[in-house]
Every structure is written in structure tokens, then in C-alpha cells.
């Protein structure tokens, strides 16, 4: 990871751009980034949380640099803190450049997660040792 990244973040996810998630210039959508960024907070926070989470916010997003087809775009993750049912993510997604070992932050963000039971409800978070 590069000397700007998030400390204590953990490699939560990573994926190949594809054409189909471009513009006919060859940029991936932003859309395409973010959701990226909430499946890797989903699968952290639910680990966290010892079960289905749910998000419930999002905190500015602000696309930094762009993400071309067959760039590799890494989505890490840190947990910034526990509530009774919530649990705040940093995410950061970078983009691998394709054929180059260049590293860019491409945007960050922060996430709000919700733990539920099977209704949707929101749920204690029992668990003391977070992932």
C-alpha cells in the first residue's frame, strides 16, 4: 500500500475494471467506484459484526483520479469505531494502473453501517474483538 494510505487499513477487496462499467472514453463510472467501496464495507462490517449489516450513510465522496478499463481497483478498509448498532468505516478505494505497478488513491469516503436482525431491524453488536 502506498505511504498516504489509511493506517491500520486492511486489503478488504480488489477487482478488475471492465469495459462494461465504462463511458465510451474508457473512464469507469464513479458509481461503478462506490459501489465497490460498499461491498468491501459490507463484507468488513460484517465481520465485525458477527452477522447482516446494512449501510446507512455515506460520508463525501470526492473522485480524486480516474479508474481506466483493466486497471486493478483495491478497496481497503479501517474501522474507525463501534457504537451500540453502528459501525464507521474509512474506505479508500486506489486504482492499480494496468501494465504498471503505479499506485493512485483514487477517492475515500466514510461509511456508516448498520448491524439488523432477519427483519431489518437494527441489532446489538455483541462482539469485543473486532475484525
Not at 27 to 44: N, P
Not at 77 to 99: C, F, M, N, P, Y
Not at 109 to 123: I, L, S
Request: hydrophobic share 45%; glycine share 6%.
Amino acid at each position: 500500500m502506498e505511504s498516504d494510505a489509511i493506517p491500520g487499513a486492511e486489503l478488504t477487496l480488489r477487482t478488475l475494471a471492465m469495459p462494461a462499467d465504462a463511458n465510451p472514453a474508457g473512464d469507469i463510472f464513479g458509481g461503478w467506484v462506490m459501489s465497490q467501496m460498499d461491498l468491501a464495507a459490507f463484507v468488513r462490517a460484517n465481520d465485525i459484526a458477527d452477522g447482516r449489516t446494512v449501510t446507512v450513510a455515506v460520508r463525501e465522496i470526492v473522485f480524486k483520479k480516474p479508474v481506466k478499463i483493466g486497471d486493478t481497483l483495491c478497496v481497503y478498509t479501517a474501522l474507525e469505531k463501534i457504537g451500540r448498532t453502528s459501525i464507521t468505516l474509512r474506505v479508500e478505494a486506489w486504482s492499480r494502473k494496468h501494465k504498471q505497478h503505479l499506485r493512485e488513491k483514487v477517492t475515500d469516503a466514510t461509511f456508516v453501517m448498520v448491524a439488523v436482525d432477519d427483519d431489518g431491524n437494527p441489532r446489538e453488536i455483541l462482539t469485543e474483538n473486532p475484525v
